[in-house]
Nanobody
Framework: QVQLVESGGGLVQPGGSLRLSCAAS????????MSWYRQAPGKERELVAS???????NYADSVKGRFTISRDNVKNTVWLQMNSLKPEDTAVYYC?????????WGQGTQVTVSS
């Protein structure tokens, strides 16, 4: 059974930091591209950051220099370190695993940036 379990979301003040985790099971993690997406109320889901099996990374322009994606192919976990958070980062953050045609999603974790 495929599972992607996100954790680490919460309420943080502007300028603060959070670290999201996504624990994967039920598939060959090391062969999958892993990504974090987010969806704010009334907006479409957008790609935040991605990392290939070989650990090449890609970021949305809006988070470059503030967010860092990483993975451990032994622990089957991917992380998103989020620094210098802004109110516009408020969203539900989703973990995604993709190795076409397989495409798996987690349930999401809420991140709220507010004073």
């Amino acid at each position: 059974q495929v599972q992607l379990v996100e954790s680490g979301g919460g309420l943080v003040q502007p300028g603060g930091s959070l670290r999201l985790s996504c624990a994967a099971s039920g598939f060959a993690f090391s062969f999958y591209g892993m990504s974090w997406y987010r969806q704010a109320p009334g907006k479409e889901r957008e790609l935040v950051a991605s990392i290939t099996p070989g650990k090449r990374t890609n970021y949305a322009d809006s988070v470059k220099g503030r967010f860092t994606i990483s993975r451990d192919n032994v622990k089957n976990t991917v992380w998103l370190q989020m620094n210098s958070l802004k109110p516009e980062d408020t969203a539900v953050y989703y973990c995604n695993a993709r190795n076409v045609p397989q495409d798996y999603w987690g349930q999401g974790t809420q991140v709220t940036v507010s004073s």
